[in-house]
């Protein structure tokens, strides 16, 4: 049996429909050998539906290491997914530091005021092209941050299908080789497979350079649901071995660790 975790899931502490109880036996069912909580932490915004409200991160922690205590059959990791936002680094590296976490998930969801997953319309009147440039631009500058462990669905901005005009590869080798200098894992996100854009994050096509440039993966389902925990992850695995891929990171206490699958 392969060794799988799943460190993207969001419980009722953030926008998941369940309580993190709910989500231990199809974890066990799945067959994962460990899953991680990382709820969302959007610190520098005013606090929206989606967010966890920072008053509740010390509960959260403590209730995860509760389950973790009370569980057998499954290792059960906290995390955290933490927007990104140029210019604050420095603040938010000083909260996570106070935080005792097995990995932190940065992600870029703000372009702007407004999150790209917000709905189509955010898309409507602009240059596409442009569009992935600054995305893919702050998805890089996160991952030189230094604050994360994980950078979660690196090419969001396919949420919707909307498609550039120029190649992307460029794109694709720079953010590639950031997190590599970096030290960054990235993720398949097999969520993305239940939005509009109905396929994983990152854009298969372009897996192989993650490859070729040998940034350490793990395969996540960003679930926010109890049904959804390891998702598709027989196929993700299966394209990750199709490039050439070999092993994926586990973490501990912020800890990153390679496991052969
Ligand atoms: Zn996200
Ligand atoms: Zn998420």
């Not at 997190?179 to 372009?206: I, Q, S, W």
């Amino acid at each position: 049996m392969i060794y799988k975790t799943d460190y993207h899931m969001h419980s009722r502490y953030s926008d998941g429909r369940s309580i993190p109880e709910d989500y231990i036996a199809p974890a066990i069912a799945a067959g994962l050998s460990e899953i991680g909580f990382s709820e969302h932490l959007t610190l520098f915004k005013d606090l929206e539906d989606w967010n966890m409200n920072p008053v509740n991160i010390s509960p959260y922690i403590n209730h995860i290491e509760n389950l973790r205590k009370n569980t057998k059959n499954i290792i059960i990791r906290t995390g955290l997914e933490v927007d990104f936002f140029a210019g604050k680094e420095a603040e938010t590296k000083e909260y996570l530091s106070l935080l005792p976490l097995d990995y932190v998930i940065g992600s870029v969801h703000y372009l702007g005021e407004k999150t790209v997953d917000v709905g189509p319309e955010f898309y409507e009147g602009k240059s596409i092209d442009r569009l992935f440039e600054a995305y893919f631009d702050s998805v890089c500058a996160a991952a030189a941050s230094g604050l994360f462990d994980i950078i979660g669905h690196c090419d969001l901005i396919r949420i919707y299908g909307y498609k550039p005009i120029s190649d992307q590869e460029h794109l694709y080798r720079k953010l590639a080789k950031t997190m590599k200098t970096h030290n960054v894992a990235f993720e398949v996100n097999t969520n993305g497979r239940n939005r509009p854009l109905a396929d994983f994050y990152p854009d298969r096509k372009f897996l192989h350079i993650f490859r070729e440039e040998n940034v350490p993966v793990c395969v996540n389902s960003d679930a926010h649901m109890p049904s959804r925990v390891g998702q598709y992850f027989d196929e993700a695995y299966e394209l990750l071995r199709y490039v050439g891929f070999t092993e994926m990171a586990v973490f501990e206490n912020r800890v990153r660790k390679m496991v052969s699958f």
